[in-house]
């Protein structure tokens, strides 16, 4: 660790762990200073593994820059290198808190160069959006959760990560996992739901609003909450479109922009619920609007559990859809035992097509396309290129913590130090589909 002196005017030091004594003396030689220090990268204070590079003068921040790539994992290029069901594994591991979106965006781009997007079996697109919409909220617990605990809100920390508990089992009781699924495939899903799963729905949606209204009403009016984000972290509604800002940090500033509505998806159009907005466009707007969004997603997930209808999880046509029964064994894992004994004894072409396609995959019309869903986070798009082949020729996504962390300058230059982990957290950067 060193310590670099630019003879320039201002003087600049650069800290980074050296004798602080030294610091002491150098400073003191100049008449005006500003020292440039790292914040982390450093899990869990800077929001994950995001370096900021702070220049200060004093407590104030005068020029505040991001330093990403320490999460870095290729997955976009190794899509390349998979055929089309096999890429799901890998996008549902960018956005690791909101691993539903990735696998969602991903297929329906998928499907569209299928031209397949209208064949989706209705239950298969209403458990799309079951999990997506129960996904929402526990990566916004995750959020109010770890925004607190950065900023020493202790409690919310825990009142988020336990309501989040409650969610990720059900995921555990849909796709075994509890993170990064590969539940959704192109053409639907992998099987259908569980027969206990309503149920334990059902009981969540009793359960999870009188948590939620207890963690408002712990932070809603809390003077030392409301002291560390009221005013802090203030980005407007012009400042947001000249960085291509979207999600609740643009929904602070009062423009009620959501893709579920401007341009509708997995059939959101015919669900009733309320694009939240406020108007401070502040870090405790931002806070406001992810607690009254989870609200407004447990509304939807009433309504597909009001939807949901027997029927199959998965296109007909047997050249897209993935070869299996749908159903799980009894052991809880693989096909069920009808559809193994049918490809291994009864139809050597049920055999051949199986191994085909689990070796080869699917095959993709030419061409590209671009699909976007509303993320926790904001617009998750996917560009996808096919040159006919088995795999893609480019998949690349335009992630909303990317795009978004373009405005940690804009928020923290000017402010105090303190404020930069209340405006980062306001964010809520996931560092995993920052650097995918």
Known sequence: MTLEKDHTTPTVY??????????????????????????????????????????????????????????HTGIEKNLEYRNWTQGVTYVTRMDYLSPFFNETAYCLGVEKL????????????????????????????????TGGMELGAVTAMLFGFRERELILDIFETITGLRMNHAFVRPGGL??????????????????????????????DDNPIWKGRTRGIGYLDLTGCMAL????????????????????????????????ITEQESDCYARYLIRVDEMSESLK???????RLAPGPVMVSDRKIAWPADLV??????????????????????????????????????????????????????????????????????????????QAVAAMCEGGMVSDVIASVASIDPVMGGVDR
């Not at 150098?26 to 590079?53: D, K």
């Not at 239950?123 to 617990?141: D, F, G, Y």
């Not at 096909?335 to 993709?364: A, C, P, Y």
């Open 300 to 306: 939807i997930v009433e309504q597909c559990l009001d």
């Open 244 to 275: 291509g800002i979207t999600g609740p940090v643009l929904r602070a500033t009062g423009l009620p922009h959501d893709l579920r509505r401007a341009e509708p998806y997995c059939g959101y159009e015919t669900y009733e619920f309320d694009v």
């Open 114 to 145: 299928l031209g397949i997007t209208d064949d989706v079996p209705e239950r298969a697109t209403v458990i799309r959006v079951l999990l997506m919409e129960l996904n929402r909220i526990s990566s916004h617990l995750v959020a109010l959760a």
């Open 14 to 71: 650069t800290a980074s762990g050296q004798d602080w004594d030294e610091i002491v003396d150098l400073a003191g030689t100049a008449g005006e200073e500003r020292i440039v220090v790292n914040m982390g990268p450093q899990h869990p204070s800077t929001h994950g593994v995001l370096r900021l590079i702070l220049e200060i003068e004093g407590e104030t921040v005068t020029e505040a820059r991001c330093g990403i790539g320490y999460l």
């Open 328 to 405: 799980s064994g009894p052991d809880g894992l693989g096909n069920s035992h009808e559809h193994v004994q049918k490809i291994m004894d009864g139809s050597m072409e049920s055999l051949i097509h199986h191994f085909k396609l689990v070796t080869e995959g699917i095959r993709v019309p030419e061409g590209q396309v671009y699909v976007a869903v509303e993320s926790p986070r904001g617009e998750l798009g996917v560009h996808m290129v096919s040159d006919g082949g088995s795999r893609p020729y480019r998949v690349h996504f335009r992630d909303p913590s990317f795009t978004n962390l």
């Open 190 to 219: 992998a099987m259908d739901l569980p027969a206990d799963t309503v149920p334990k729905i059902r009981d969540l949606l009793h359960l999870l609003p009188i948590r939620l209204r207890d963690m408002s009403a712990m932070l």
